[in-house]
C-alpha cells in the first residue's frame, strides 16, 4: 500500500492541482483542477488507471476557472466536494464538507479542516502528513482578505489552528508565485513574512492590509463560473 501523491502546476494562475490516489484501490480524489489543464488531468488519471472518487475544492477561486463540472463528465459517480460555508456552490455540489468531515479514498482519509479568512468559506485537507492550505497559507506568505467574504482576524485564527500541527507536517498551498513548492509548519511559524508564530493578531491584520494587491484579472468570470463548480465553461 502506498499514497500517490502528485503536484501539478499551471502556469497563468501559478495554481497547484493535487492529485491523490491509494496504489492498492486506485480510488483518487483531485482538488483545485483547473479548466484549461483538463486535457492534463484526465490523461494523467487514465495513465495510472484511477478511479477519480473526489473532485475537492478548498474555495471559490477568483483566479481561476475549475474544471469540476467537466471532470465529472468523464467521471460521472466522482463526487463534488465543496465547504459548507459556499451556500452558492450549494446546488452543484454532491458533499458540502465541514470541520472533520472524512473522504476516504481506499486505505487513506483526507480530513477537512475549516480554514475561512480568504474567503468564508475556505478549507484546507489533511491527509497523513501532509494539508493542503488552499489559499489559507502559502510558503512564506497567506491568502488575501479583501474579497469574497473575506477577514483578516479569521484567517489569523485559522492558521494558527494550521499552527498547532507538528512542525514536521508537510505544507502544500494552493498557488506560488516564487517558484516554491512545499514547506513544513515549522518553517511557516519561523519564517512566513506575513504570520509568523511571534506575531500578534494585530501585526497580521496591519500586514495585510498593507498588500494593496490589484484584484486578479479573471475574477469577474471565475467566481460565477465557480459558484456553479464550472458549469458554464461545461456548458459554452
Same mark, same amino acid.
Request: charged letters at 25%; proline letters at 3%; hydrophobic letters at 40%.
Given at each position: 500500500?502506498?499514497?500517490?501523491?502528485?503536484?501539478?502546476?499551471?502556469?497563468?494562475?501559478?495554481?497547484?492541482?493535487?492529485?491523490?490516489?491509494?496504489?492498492?484501490?486506485?480510488?483518487?480524489?483531485?482538488?483545485?483542477?483547473?479548466?484549461?489543464? +483538463?486535457?492534463?488531468?484526465?490523461?494523467?488519471?487514465?495513465?495510472? %488507471?484511477?478511479?477519480?472518487?473526489?473532485? /475537492? $475544492? #478548498?474555495?471559490? =477561486?477568483?483566479?481561476?476557472?475549475?474544471?469540476?463540472?467537466?471532470?465529472?463528465?468523464?467521471?460521472?459517480?466522482?463526487?463534488?466536494?465543496?465547504?459548507?460555508?459556499?451556500?452558492?456552490?450549494?446546488?452543484?455540489?454532491? +458533499?458540502?464538507?465541514?470541520?472533520?468531515?472524512?473522504?476516504?479514498? %481506499?486505505?487513506?482519509?483526507?480530513?477537512? /479542516? $475549516? #480554514?475561512?479568512? =480568504?474567503?468564508?468559506?475556505?478549507?484546507?485537507?489533511?491527509?497523513?502528513?501532509?494539508?493542503?492550505?488552499?489559499?489559507?497559507?502559502?510558503?512564506?506568505?497567506?491568502?488575501?482578505?479583501?474579497?469574497?467574504?473575506?477577514?483578516?482576524?479569521?484567517?489569523?485564527?485559522?492558521?494558527?489552528?494550521?499552527?498547532?500541527?507538528?512542525?514536521?507536517?508537510?505544507?502544500?498551498?494552493? =498557488?506560488?508565485?516564487?517558484?516554491?513548492?512545499?514547506?513544513?509548519?515549522?518553517?511557516?511559524?519561523?519564517?512566513?513574512?506575513?504570520?509568523?508564530?511571534?506575531?500578534?493578531?494585530?501585526?497580521?491584520?496591519?500586514?495585510?492590509?498593507?498588500?494593496?494587491?490589484?484584484?486578479?484579472?479573471?475574477?469577474?468570470?471565475?467566481?460565477?463560473?465557480?459558484?456553479?463548480?464550472?458549469?458554464?465553461?461545461?456548458?459554452?
Amino acid at each position: 500500500m502506498s499514497l500517490i501523491f502528485k503536484q501539478l502546476f499551471e502556469r497563468e494562475s501559478c495554481t497547484y492541482t493535487y492529485l491523490i490516489a491509494d496504489s492498492d484501490s486506485k480510488e483518487a480524489a483531485i482538488v483545485d483542477a483547473v479548466d484549461i489543464m +483538463i486535457d492534463r488531468d484526465t490523461a494523467l488519471l487514465k495513465e495510472l %488507471g484511477l478511479d477519480l472518487k473526489f473532485i /475537492i $475544492e #478548498t474555495h471559490i =477561486h477568483a483566479d481561476h476557472i475549475t474544471s469540476a463540472c467537466p471532470l465529472k463528465k468523464f467521471y460521472p459517480k466522482a463526487k463534488i466536494v465543496i465547504g459548507m460555508e459556499n451556500v452558492d456552490a450549494e446546488a452543484c455540489s454532491d +458533499i458540502m464538507a465541514g470541520e472533520g468531515h472524512i473522504l476516504s479514498i %481506499g486505505n487513506y482519509d483526507i480530513t477537512a /479542516i $475549516e #480554514t475561512p479568512g =480568504h474567503t468564508l468559506g475556505c478549507m484546507s485537507y489533511k491527509i497523513g502528513n501532509k494539508i493542503l492550505t488552499g489559499d489559507a497559507l502559502f510558503i512564506r506568505s497567506t491568502g488575501r482578505c479583501d474579497f469574497q467574504g473575506g477577514s483578516a482576524i479569521s484567517l489569523y485564527e485559522s492558521i494558527h489552528k494550521l499552527f498547532k500541527f507538528p512542525d514536521t507536517t508537510e505544507v502544500y498551498p494552493a =498557488h506560488d508565485y516564487n517558484g516554491l513548492s512545499v514547506s513544513t509548519i515549522g518553517e511557516e511559524k519561523k519564517f512566513n513574512s506575513m504570520i509568523r508564530e511571534s506575531f500578534d493578531q494585530q501585526t497580521f491584520i496591519k500586514n495585510v492590509n498593507n498588500l494593496k494587491l490589484s484584484m486578479p484579472k479573471k475574477i469577474k468570470v471565475s467566481v460565477p463560473a465557480n459558484q456553479s463548480c464550472g458549469l458554464v465553461t461545461a456548458i459554452n
